[in-house]
């Protein structure tokens, strides 16, 4: 079998033809991708402002600058307890407190967990779309209204998609995209592009000026190049590059530094433009791939699903469940000598006093499958086969609950 890839890009001859455009144009820093960028994010989304930044976490920043500035009184943020740990940085990087609320079957936070966690210092509720999957965002947007919150709409991990006619991203106060490695659309890895979803509210002005103040983001070529390697090319660049990455902690000045807020380059601009014109075309592409998975692991029986899946739903990931006691590392690591590559999910977020009892338990299960879009239904069967059976030869020892003793057996 060839090399099963993770969907961190789906680039071809269009985005190859906006980098030169930028490149040989002079216009890598600054051009008119950027206010394209902006318009046409703005029609689909049919929201009146769309600020174009260098990422999602910028644009996280700015929003929840600015609800601060509004509500200084109040410091808790609530976030769901399986989610990205960009979101925790920004939170925490402010000065304010997250606090964690358990999430539901599919990944999103729960409507539930989150009501009992609002309180006289709740400043606002981050409710992401996890790996693309819509959560209840019309609940949580009448909740937030209620308790007199606000509410932030993550879509950083989809574009495009609706809930009850209206696009993610676009509830709430304000809404947040993201554009690195493994989104609906990518322009190159953290620091590529993002967006804030701005509505005509109070909080327009404030993000706005920040934005302006903001300059465009710098050192894309080189940014562009290492996206290039690690990730379009990881196929035959993994191997060197985890050991670089090894070696230059060694070294002073070897970690890479933080990301520094900017508005986006006219290079991920134009980038992100190409993107969008293929949505409809992957989106389809990958409805197809989620089918096939679908129906192979509906053939393997037992306890393998997919948490998210929904026909004719969009997913950003393919994300499946295993089934009790199997070692998930060892079997990671087995399929990747098979050329099989797969990747774990988010950690969860402790939360203080209140422990999430749900989300530790999913996200201990779950692995990422190969989904880019050249994937056949065959290639997707070989690699739930050899899955099922890496997985098989890599149960954890349990204690014997039959009889009594303490001693450890294997699953059969």
Known sequence: ???????????????????????????????????????????????????????????????????????????????????????????SSLGLLPVAADVGPDLNLDPGACGQRIGSRTLAIIVAHMYGCPAQIEAFETMASTAGVFLVDDAAQVVGEFAGGRMLGTFGDF????????????????????????????????????????????????????????????????????????????FPGGRPPALAPGRISNLDAQLALAQLNSLSRRREQRLRILGHYADALASAGGSWHMP?????????????????GVDLESCRRQLRQESVCTRQGYPTHPGGPHSAKRAPELAASLIELPAYAGMTAGDVAEVCQRLHRVAAAYRKRVPNRQDGDDHEQCYQ
């Open 175 to 250: 809404g947040v995209l993201s554009f690195a490695q493994s989104k609906c659309v990518v322009t190159g890895e953290s620091g590529g592009g993002g967006a804030l979803i701005c509505h005509q509210n109070d909080i327009l002005p404030i993000v706005r000026a920040r934005v302006q103040a903001l300059a465009p983001a710098g050192g894309r070529l080189r940014a562009l190049a290492a996206f290039v390697w690690n990730y379009l090319l990881e196929s035959h660049t993994a191997s060197l590059s985890y050991r670089w990455q090894r070696l230059r902690q060694h």
């Open 308 to 324: 998210q899946f929904s026909p004719g739903r969009y997913l950003a990931r393919v994300m499946v469940s295993m089934p009790p």
């Open 1 to 91: 079998m060839s090399y099963q890839r993770l969907p961190y890009a789906e680039w071809g001859w269009a985005e190859l033809r906006a980098v030169l455009a930028a490149v040989l144009g002079g216009r890598i820093r600054r051009g008119p991708g950027v206010r394209q960028l902006a318009d046409g994010l703005s029609k689909l989304l049919n929201v009146p402002h769309v600020l174009a930044v260098n990422s999602g976490r910028t644009a996280l920043r700015v929003g929840l600058e600015a609800l601060m500035q509004l509500r200084p009184g109040r410091n808790e943020v609530i976030v769901p307890a399986f989610i990205c740990p960009a979101v925790i940085e920004v939170v």
